[in-house]
Structure formats: structure tokens, C-alpha cells
């Protein structure tokens, strides 16, 4: 078992996926001779040749139209975005045919592919490098969408969304890419696509997050618990469609409260759906209202003020001693 940063764990999956399974191939825009703009596929090129890892030109559309292609003659594409900003220039080929194949010929096909796409502020990145437009892709019926939180996670997600049947939107968060390292198996481990994982067990307070925000999110948490001895239950999303709605209600019906963080701008968000299906399933058993701490509704901010657009642990912390105290 190694220590790994999440980029190294992506690679570790994508290498012992393309290994084990000859129908899994790479593409994407530098993802070969130079390893990806992050390097999350260095070494692959090497390993498995340029026709298993390919270098295609500056074309979002173009490349989901060649990955579906190609998961329609029988192979497993793992495409890449370079970055989730440019990512609406292939809508057209996503939502109009990835989504809906399996719809429109009743069962009768399927398409096993993977969007991956870097997303997220935090790294101090230009303008379209930074969003969070998980509800975007959430909101299209015929895709899943998956955000891990941590390397060890991201390697077991991505191996079990490169073998599902369906298009697997994989957002990948760029703060954490190199932000702290896990003990990853050298074994083969998965986790099911559409369930959440409580993280900590509580009994006072739920807290939700997803992607970069669990930092914050436990951060907050901790310093909560030291400072006044709270029981708090902290849940990662990790599938945001289909979401585990079960989880977070359940586990709202046991506490009483709960306070969900989300980097994307407030509105038409994850956090707002989350809030829905609890009133639906848990409503009469809310001591509180949920508290939901996010992004802001304005266009991602340069480096010089992401730092007060993004849910830091402090602002996390404050809401939820607000909630707490209500």
C-alpha cells in the first residue's frame, strides 16, 4: 500500500484498468506525448502506444463524438476535458447523444464512456479554469456524474465508472490533486456509483460536502467538536446523479440538523437539490434550517478574491455553530 496524491491515483486506475481490460483506451487534448496538463496520464503513452492513448486536436466536440463512436463498436473510452470550463463546447454531442442513446433505442444499446474534467477553483487559474458546474451535467437525465474527495476514493470511483454501462461525467477537483496524500491499495478496490459514505458518525448535526469542500468541511468540523464537545456527522457525496438521498435523510432524521457546503454559486445547485429531498423525506424531523454554505452567484473570481468566493473552514465552522445554537 503507497502514500498517493490524487493525480497519482488516478494514473494508478487508468494503468491497471487498460492492463486488465484491452477495450480501454485514452484521449484527450495532450494527454499523451506530454501526460496530461495536470500529468495525470504521464507514463501511459509509453506503456500502451498511440493507439490506446491518443492525442487529439483542440475539440471538445469532436472528441465526445469520437468516444462515443468508439463506445458503440464495442471499446471503453476515457476521454478528458482538459478543463470542465471548456467543456460546453461538446453539450451538443453529450446531451443530444451520450445521454440518450440508451433511451432512444430502448435498452437495446448502451454507452460505457468516461468524461473526465478538472474543475474547481483554488489554484489560482484564469478565467473558464475554475468553475464548479456539477448541477450542470447532474440535471441531464442518461448521465452520472461522480466527484471524489480524496485519492483513495478517486482511484475506486473511476475504476467502477470506466466499467459501468452508462457516460460517467468524472469531475475531478484540482485543489486536491496535490493537496495531501492517502494510503491507496495495490489491490484492486471499488466503490458503487449512487451511494454516499459517512465518513463520521454524529448525533447533533449532519454535514454534507463533496469534492474539495470535505477539507474545509472536516476541518470545520474538528475545531467544532473540540471547541463544544458536538457529534457531528459528516457524509461525502461522492455521487452527485444519481444522488444518495437516502443517506443524507436518514441521517438528518437522526440529527435533527444539517449544514451542506458547496463550492458552485448558491443558486439552481446541488446544495438546493440536497435541501429538497430532505424536506421531502425528513422534514418533521429538522430542529433547525438547513444551512447551505456556497460559492457565490458571480462569475468564478481571479486568484485575487477566490479566496472569499470559495467555503473556507472558518465560514463552514461559523454556520455551523449557527445551526447548532438555533
Given at each position: 500500500?503507497?502514500k498517493?496524491?490524487?493525480?497519482q491515483?488516478i494514473?494508478?486506475?487508468?494503468?491497471?484498468?487498460m492492463?486488465?481490460?484491452?477495450?480501454?483506451?485514452?484521449?484527450?487534448?495532450?494527454?499523451?506525448?506530454?501526460?496530461?496538463?495536470?500529468?495525470?496520464?504521464?507514463?501511459?503513452?509509453?506503456?500502451?502506444g498511440?493507439?490506446?492513448?491518443?492525442?487529439?486536436?483542440?475539440?471538445?466536440?469532436g472528441?465526445?463524438?469520437?468516444?462515443?463512436?468508439m463506445?458503440?463498436?464495442?471499446?471503453r473510452?476515457?476521454c478528458?476535458m482538459?478543463?470542465s470550463?471548456?467543456?460546453?463546447?461538446?453539450m451538443?454531442?453529450?446531451?443530444?447523444?451520450?445521454?440518450?442513446?440508451r433511451?432512444?433505442?430502448?435498452?437495446q444499446l448502451?454507452?460505457?464512456?468516461v468524461?473526465r474534467m478538472p474543475?474547481?477553483?483554488g489554484?489560482?487559474?484564469l478565467?473558464?479554469?475554475?468553475?464548479?458546474?456539477?448541477?450542470?451535467?447532474?440535471?441531464?437525465?442518461?448521465a452520472?456524474?461522480?466527484?471524489?474527495s480524496?485519492?483513495?476514493?478517486?482511484?475506486?470511483?473511476?475504476?467502477?465508472?470506466?466499467?459501468?454501462p452508462d457516460?460517467?461525467?468524472?469531475?475531478?477537483?484540482k485543489?486536491?490533486y496535490r493537496a495531501?496524500?492517502?494510503?491507496?491499495p495495490d489491490?484492486e478496490?471499488?466503490?458503487?456509483?449512487g451511494k454516499?459514505?459517512?465518513?463520521?458518525?454524529?448525533?447533533?448535526?449532519?454535514l454534507?460536502?463533496?469534492?474539495?469542500?470535505?477539507?474545509?468541511?472536516?476541518?470545520?468540523?474538528?475545531?467544532?467538536?473540540?471547541?463544544?464537545?458536538?457529534?457531528?456527522e459528516?457524509?461525502d457525496?461522492?455521487?452527485?446523479?444519481?444522488?444518495?438521498?437516502?443517506?443524507v435523510?436518514?441521517?438528518?432524521?437522526?440529527?435533527g440538523?444539517?449544514?451542506?457546503v458547496?463550492e458552485a454559486?448558491?443558486?439552481?445547485?446541488?446544495s438546493?437539490?440536497?435541501t429538497?429531498?430532505?424536506?421531502?423525506?425528513?422534514?418533521?424531523?429538522l430542529?433547525?434550517p438547513?444551512?447551505?454554505?456556497?460559492?457565490?452567484?458571480v462569475?468564478?473570481?481571479?486568484?485575487?478574491?477566490?479566496?472569499?468566493?470559495?467555503?473556507?473552514a472558518?465560514?463552514?465552522?461559523?454556520?455551523?455553530?449557527?445551526?447548532?445554537?438555533?
Amino acid at each position: 500500500m503507497a502514500k498517493l496524491n490524487m493525480v497519482q491515483a488516478i494514473n494508478l486506475a487508468l494503468r491497471q484498468e487498460m492492463e486488465k481490460d484491452p477495450t480501454v483506451l485514452v484521449l484527450g487534448q495532450d494527454v499523451a506525448v506530454d501526460g496530461g496538463v495536470f500529468r495525470v496520464t504521464d507514463g501511459l503513452l509509453d506503456r500502451f502506444g498511440d493507439l490506446r492513448v491518443v492525442d487529439t486536436p483542440l475539440a471538445e466536440s469532436g472528441i465526445i463524438g469520437s468516444s462515443i463512436g468508439m463506445a458503440l463498436a464495442g471499446l471503453r473510452p476515457v476521454c478528458e476535458m482538459q478543463f470542465s470550463g471548456f467543456s460546453y463546447l461538446m453539450m451538443g454531442q453529450f446531451e443530444a447523444h451520450a445521454t440518450r442513446l440508451r433511451s432512444r433505442t430502448q435498452g437495446q444499446l448502451n454507452l460505457p464512456m468516461v468524461i473526465r474534467m478538472p474543475y474547481g477553483g483554488g489554484v489560482r487559474a484564469l478565467e473558464h479554469h475554475s468553475e464548479s458546474r456539477e448541477a450542470t451535467y447532474a440535471h441531464l437525465p442518461g448521465a452520472k456524474v461522480v466527484i471524489p474527495s480524496g485519492p483513495r476514493n478517486a482511484r475506486a470511483l473511476l475504476l467502477a465508472a470506466i466499467r459501468d454501462p452508462d457516460p460517467v461525467v468524472f469531475m475531478e477537483p484540482k485543489h486536491s490533486y496535490r493537496a495531501f496524500r492517502e494510503d491507496v491499495p495495490d489491490q484492486e478496490e471499488t466503490l458503487p456509483i449512487g451511494k454516499a459514505q459517512i465518513v463520521q458518525e454524529g448525533t447533533d448535526l449532519t454535514l454534507v460536502s463533496w469534492g474539495a469542500m470535505m477539507r474545509p468541511a472536516l476541518k470545520a468540523a474538528a475545531e467544532i467538536e473540540q471547541a463544544r464537545g458536538a457529534s457531528i456527522e459528516i457524509i461525502d457525496l461522492l455521487t452527485i446523479a444519481p444522488m444518495d438521498a437516502g443517506t443524507v435523510a436518514a441521517s438528518v432524521r437522526k440529527t435533527g440538523r444539517c449544514v451542506i457546503v458547496q463550492e458552485a454559486p448558491r443558486s439552481f445547485g446541488v446544495s438546493s437539490e440536497i435541501t429538497a429531498q430532505i424536506n421531502d423525506k425528513a422534514f418533521l424531523y429538522l430542529e433547525a434550517p438547513i444551512k447551505r454554505l456556497t460559492g457565490y452567484d458571480v462569475v468564478t473570481p481571479y486568484f485575487g478574491r477566490e479566496k472569499n468566493y470559495i467555503p473556507s473552514a472558518a465560514r463552514v465552522a461559523r454556520g455551523i455553530t449557527e445551526t447548532l445554537d438555533f
